[in-house]
């Protein structure tokens, strides 16, 4: 039974993929689907027919999910690159504070003393609504070798530099992972559209439209049937009655027999009797 049901979905998503591919509603053969007139595809069709109002809810629940994380990512978006402005703006001033406190030298001696990257990025996945979005976060990872940096002078503007730049990453980690997040969102929200109303105006109409020819066949199959069996019921009536008949003319002869043998004159001798009667004796004169 499984492995009918397998066979049977398999094939309704391949017609709604050719139906949507097509992008046409055709009427009469193409509305339904081909299968065989038996018993068991009739009752998956039921089945997928009976399950279909509950993968509309489901599919529309996840839709609705989706889309208030799909507003509530769009929110965090904007005012995220409202406030990346402002950040790195504050970032530059505080490079040029630097420079101008350290020295332009300032810049090789921190690219100099570079050997690992200490501000780091993974990711991980989060489940929203049955669709898997990638999240982006920073974590600092060993010691930095700047903390030294800008000793003789300019040592606060330096610190100031490097917290404002942390800062500056901080957002645009947060921004990279809220646009990926939502570009994700949006194609899996076109996604569950589409297969909301193909559910809607394609499958379930076509399984509807199969229902009501299997109905028909199927009750034209017991018709046909039923007519089947009343002409061979017909036909073994006749034939019985012809028994009867025959048993009955058969019984009436022996009855006849019978009554001829008790008075000494069977049907033979009566029937030549009467046969000769017309003919003429030589022996008689007159």
């Given at each position: ?281 030589e022996d008689i004169i007159f």
């Amino acid at each position: 039974m499984h492995s009918k049901f397998s066979n049977l979905s398999e094939c309704l998503r391949i017609g709604l993929r050719h139906q949507l591919r097509l992008g046409t509603h055709d009427k009469g053969i193409n509305s339904r689907y081909q299968l065989e007139l038996k018993s068991d595809s009739f009752v998956l069709l039921l089945l997928s027919l009976s399950e279909c109002p509950r993968d509309l809810f489901l599919l529309r629940r996840n839709l609705l999910l989706a889309w208030q994380n799909f507003r509530q990512i769009l929110k965090k978006i904007v005012s995220t690159k409202e406030s990346m402005g402002d950040v790195m703006k504050n970032s530059s001033f505080a490079l040029t504070e630097a420079k101008y406190s350290a020295g332009e030298n300032i810049k090789h001696v921190v690219l100099e003393n570079v050997q690992n990257a200490t501000l780091k990025v993974r990711s991980r996945q989060e489940n929203i609504a049955g669709v898997k979005l990638p999240k982006f976060e920073h974590f600092s990872e060993g010691e930095t070798k700047n903390d030294l940096t800008g000793l003789a002078r300019g040592g606060q503007q330096v610190q100031a530099c490097k917290a404002a730049y942390v800062k500056s990453i901080e957002l645009l980690v947060e921004l990279a992972s809220l646009q990926t997040s939502f570009l994700t969102l949006d194609e899996a929200i076109k996604t569950t559209n589409r297969r909301v109303n193909a559910l809607e105006n394609v499958v379930k109409p076509r399984l509807e439209n199969t229902v009501t020819y299997i109905k028909g066949e199927l009750d034209e199959l017991e018709r046909e049937d039923f007519f089947r069996l009343k002409k061979i019921q017909g036909y073994k009536r006749r034939e019985v009655e012809k028994q009867m008949a025959s048993a009955r003319l058969y019984a009436e002869e022996k009855a006849a027999e019978d009554l001829s043998l008790k008075k000494g004159i069977t049907l033979g001798s009566a029937h030549n009797l009467l046969s000769h009667a017309s003919q003429k004796d030589e022996d008689i004169i007159f």
